[in-house]
């Protein structure tokens, strides 16, 4: 069985920071790509941070130079390191493990970003 467990989000005030992990079981954690994407009220899930298993990142334009993805194959675990926190980063944050035809989503961390 698949589990994908975010932890780390919270309430945080504008310019602050957060890490979010997930944690991977039930998948051989070093092959799959791995990715966090985000779902803002009344928008569409988006990408925020991927990185594969050779090590290649990508990011939305809208967090490029604030955020962090990397990962650590040893505790099948992925981060995503957030900093210079704005309002409109506010989302329900999801981890996404990815391998050909293959897919899998965590249930989601809350992320709300207000003063």
């Known amino acids: 069985q698949v589990q994908l467990v975010e932890s780390g989000g919270g309430l945080v005030q504008p310019g602050g920071s957060l890490r979010l992990s997930c944690a991977a079981s039930g998948i051989m954690f070093r092959i799959y790509a791995m990715g966090w994407y985000r779902q803002a009220p009344g928008k569409q899930r988006e990408l925020v941070a991927s990185?594969?298993?050779?090590?290649?990142?990508n990011y939305a334009d809208s967090v490029k130079g604030r955020f962090t993805i990397s990962r650590d194959n040893n505790k099948n675990t992925v981060y995503l390191q957030m900093s210079s926190l704005k309002p409109e980063d506010t989302a329900v944050y999801y981890c996404h493990a990815a391998r050909g035809i293959n897919y899998y989503w965590g249930q989601g961390t809350q992320v709300t970003v207000s003063s």
């Open positions: 990185l594969t298993s050779g090590g290649s990142t």
